[in-house]
T-cell receptor, first 109, second 114 residues
């Protein structure tokens, strides 16, 4: 089993839609989690950090379910500019992160 | 402006040559990291350094070497021993925190070896 698993997508949604991505992780001892956004041929950029049950920042909400070992990212009122690949990242300890392969989102007019 | 810089953006080399990728940060972060990204794969950790003059191998260190002589700088050398060096190389840095370790990335270097 991969340490971090994501549905690669793509998720095709119209502008204004709500979309959710899930990510599962295998290390039950992981304490911190992150969502990064990566545009095509660019570096990943930190979107949200999740240390407790969840986090919210504007249209973006991340939720953590430790019992089931998954993290979700919800995007409300999707914008064209949200089109990107979203990387689920898990801290495996000692400042080392494990990256998922990403979920691709395409928002269309 | 604080940030991480990597140079060059694109790099082309012939097989058998060593090449050094630059990474500099002015965020005053203690930890620095090197990753490579291949199409369809997640980022994989090559080397990391938590403090000056100390570094550890990541998951795919074979064929790579690093140095950390200054806090701001963490250059990566891709040696001729690396079997598949063509990739997108990303440098990151983070400050220590009790909760976690948000890492911030430089713009990356695309290395093509032919």
């Amino acid at each position: 089993r991969k340490e971090v698993e994501q549905d690669p997508g793509p998720f095709n949604v119209p502008e204004g839609a709500t979309v959710a991505f899930n990510c599962t992780y295998s290390n039950s001892a992981s304490q911190s989690f992150f969502w990064y956004r990566q545009d095509c041929r660019k570096e990943p950029k930190l979107l949200m950090s999740v240390y407790s049950s969840g986090n919210e920042d504007g249209r973006f909400t991340a939720q953590l379910n430790r019992a089931s070992q998954y993290i979700s990212l919800l995007i409300r009122d999707s914008k064209l500019s949200d089109s990107a690949t979203y990387l689920c990242v898990v801290n495996k300890g000692f400042q080392k992160l494990v990256f998922g392969t990403g979920t691709r989102l395409l928002v269309s007019p | 402006d604080g940030g991480i810089t990597q140079s060059p953006k694109y790099l082309f080399r012939k097989e058998g040559q060593n090449v050094t990728l630059s990474c500099e940060q002015n965020l005053n972060h203690d930890a620095m990291y090197w990753y490579r990204q291949d199409p369809g794969q997640g980022l994989r950790l090559i080397y990391y350094s938590q403090i000056v003059n100390d570094f550890q191998k990541g998951d795919i260190a074979e064929g790579y070497s690093v140095s950390r002589e200054k806090k701001e700088s963490f250059p990566l050398t891709v040696t001729s021993a690396q079997k598949n060096p063509t990739a997108f190389y990303l440098c990151a840095s983070s400050g220590f925190s009790r909760q976690g370790s948000e890492q911030y990335f430089g713009p990356g270097t695309r290395l093509t070896v032919t």
